[in-house]
């Protein structure tokens, strides 16, 4: 139906920068909702940042000022630009989008394998 991949992940310094991207293709009809989640081991999924198809964001308060979300409608793409990065943010991130599906109308979630993103010196 939809497929989701992320990438952009990889090692990066502390205060260092890293861009990832999320494209979603096949049925979809159209893209609505948008979000990047992220995962540490033992620790529950949390979101990160997100935005609507109006373009609308909202953002997790220690990301706030350095992470910025971004989506490309006519790709069917998002991205999230990550600047001064902590080794807090280390986790896997996943790209989670909603989609009306072509054919069917109805609108579901896909998500992802998810890319890692480490913050090390």
């Known amino acids: 139906q939809v497929q989701v991949w992320e990438s952009g992940g990889g090692l990066v310094q502390p205060g260092g920068s890293l861009r990832l991207s999320c494209a979603a293709s096949?049925?979809?009809?159209?893209?609505?909702?948008m979000a990047w989640y992220r995962q540490t081991p033992g620790k529950q999924r949390e979101l990160v940042a997100a935005?609507?198809?109006?373009?609308?964001?909202n953002y997790k308060d220690s990301v706030k000022g350095r992470f910025t979300i971004s989506r490309d409608n006519g790709k069917n793409t998002g991205y999230l630009q990550m600047n001064s990065l902590e080794p807090e943010d280390t986790a896997v991130y996943y790209c989670?989008?909603?989609?009306?599906?072509?054919?069917?109308?109805?609108?579901?979630?896909?998500w992802g394998q998810g890319t890692q993103v480490t913050v090390s010196s």
């Open positions: 935005t609507t198809s109006s373009g609308s964001t």
């Open positions: 096949g049925r979809i009809y159209s893209m609505h909702g």
């Open positions: 989670n989008v909603d989609v009306r599906v072509l054919g069917t109308m109805t609108l579901e979630s896909y």
